[in-house]
């Protein structure tokens, strides 16, 4: 089974009040290091077989007309998980 | 008619009877009821409509209600943008039908491209609800010419994701071809760029706004206004000016 991994940010110029509301949490947990966050949107389309370059292409066309609101949103990244290291198998990243 | 008196009902009925206004609900849809009880105390019949419809049942407008279309699960509007009714709504308005989407029919008319910009969640980040104070920009749109311009309103607010978003290019374009139809009054809720409240397409067909005209429809169930508490039917005159468009055109 094949999995595209695709990422979509607000836009720079665009408030974005969630990461507003993160940053203003952090420094009351101790964590005065960090100046500005964003939060963006990670989606995980899967595919039964291969990520072939038309599943590619096609995901690449959804993310830019349903996964993302080019008004207020940029995609960042649209792979193949396979071909990228540590997300081939989905399992989450510890510290 | 005086624009400051609420307009009876009565009176509307049957000037303008036979006019069907179409009301879409999707999943999540809350201000459907009040939307069609609004058109139907306009004088107009009031059609549900339902998402996964390609018809439109031949009606003359359509409202596209508030409320949480698909849980705003995505972005706010995103998902209802493909339900199979909304092909038929921008092909109509395309066509020139007149279409009013309120709240989150404002958001789904963005994300169908039918009007410009975004909304995004308000700038203090925290749901709004509040009788709200606008100014009509533009009373020639099919949903505002019986305001006047310049004339102050006052109906129910209430989102999360209502800060109107769009690039300043096309900002200026708004404000240039008179298509800010209502601006925050004293007071910006969610902090929407130039304090705009809703907009129109450049036909004047198409008209979009956050706060929620069908809930100021009756006395007795509205916000206050100079009548006394809960007497503000300024929401009426929407669907008396659809009606009026309808009758005109």
Known sequence: MGRVVVEVMPKPEILDPQGKAVVGALPRLGFTQFSGVRQGKRFELEVDGEVTPEILAAAREAAATLLSNPVIEDVVSVVDAAAVPGEATGTPVSA | ?249
């Open chain 2, 1 to 249: 008619m005086s624009v400051t008196e609420p307009m009876p009902a009565a009176v509307a009925a049957p000037v303008l009877a036979g006019a069907r206004i179409g009301v879409i609900t999707f999943p999540g849809t809350l201000d459907d009821r009040d939307a069609s009880r609004a058109v139907r105390l306009a004088g107009a019949e009031a059609v549900s409509l339902w998402h996964a419809d390609e018809s439109l049942q031949d009606v003359d407008a359509v409202v596209l209600p508030g409320g949480f279309s698909y849980g705003d699960y995505l972005r706010a509007g995103a998902i209802s943008r493909f339900a199979p009714a909304m092909a038929a709504v921008v092909d109509a308005a395309n066509g020139g039908m007149p279409v009013l989407g309120i709240c989150n029919g404002f958001q789904v008319l963005t994300e169908a491209h039918l009007l410009p910009g975004s909304m995004v969640k308000n700038d203090h980040l925290h749901f709004v609800c509040r009788e709200q104070s606008l100014v009509v920009e533009n009373a020639r749109t099919a949903w505002t010419n019986e305001f006047r311009r310049g004339q102050q309103i006052t109906i129910p607010l209430k989102n999360q994701d209502g800060q109107f978003v769009a690039d300043e290019r096309t900002l200026d374009e708004l404000e240039g071809e008179g298509r800010v139809v209502f601006r925050y009054d004293g007071w910006n809720p969610n902090g929407s760029r130039r304090d705009i409240a809703g907009i129109t397409n450049d036909r004047g067909n198409v008209v979009g706004l956050m706060p929620h005209p069908e809930h100021a429809v009756e006395a007795g169930f509205g916000p206050a206004s100079a009548e006394g508490p809960r007497a503000g039917v300024d929401g009426l005159t929407f669907f008396t000016s659809v009606l009026s468009s309808l009758v005109h055109a």
